[in-house]
């Protein structure tokens, strides 16, 4: 069965780094495409990284840009997703979601419709 457990999330000050992992179990990340979405309080679900499997392509979207690093350790079929500088807007659930043989490029990122979800983890900006 196909498992996505994000973990990492918390209480940080602006200006903090947080790492969210997204361990993956049940599959490998070789065929699969890992995104990284984020959605806050009456907001829509924003895509803001992604990683294809084979080919390790990423994508970053602009409003994080030079601050958020995506990553995969095939090892420990995980991804990460390293967030730099945060700051208040950045505060939302993440979710990692996971989507067969689809390739991410700088220029084509994660959509909503990815099929499997993990459970989310809050991350808040905030002194």
């Known amino acids: 069965q196909l498992q996505l457990v994000e973990s990492g999330g918390g209480l940080v000050q602006p200006g903090g780094s947080l790492r969210l992992s997204c361990a993956a179990s049940?599959?490998?990340?070789?065929?699969?495409?890992i995104g990284w979405f984020r959605q806050a309080p009456g907001k829509e679900r924003e895509g803001v990284s992604c990683?294809?499997?084979?080919?390790?392509?990423?994508y970053t979207a602009d409003s994080v840009k030079g601050r958020f690093t995506i990553s995969r350790d095939s090892a420990k079929n995980t991804v990460y997703l390293q967030m730099n500088n945060l700051k208040p807007e950045d505060t939302a659930v993440y979710y990692c979601?996971?989507?067969?043989?689809?390739?991410?490029?700088?220029?084509?990122?994660?959509?909503?419709?990815?099929?499997?979800w993990g459970q989310g983890t809050q991350v808040t900006v905030s002194s």
């Open positions: 979601a996971a989507e067969a043989f689809y390739y991410c490029s700088e220029y084509i990122g994660p959509y909503r419709g990815f099929g499997s």
């Open positions: 049940g599959f490998t990340l070789e065929n699969y495409a």
């Open positions: 990683i294809s499997g084979s080919g390790g392509g990423t």
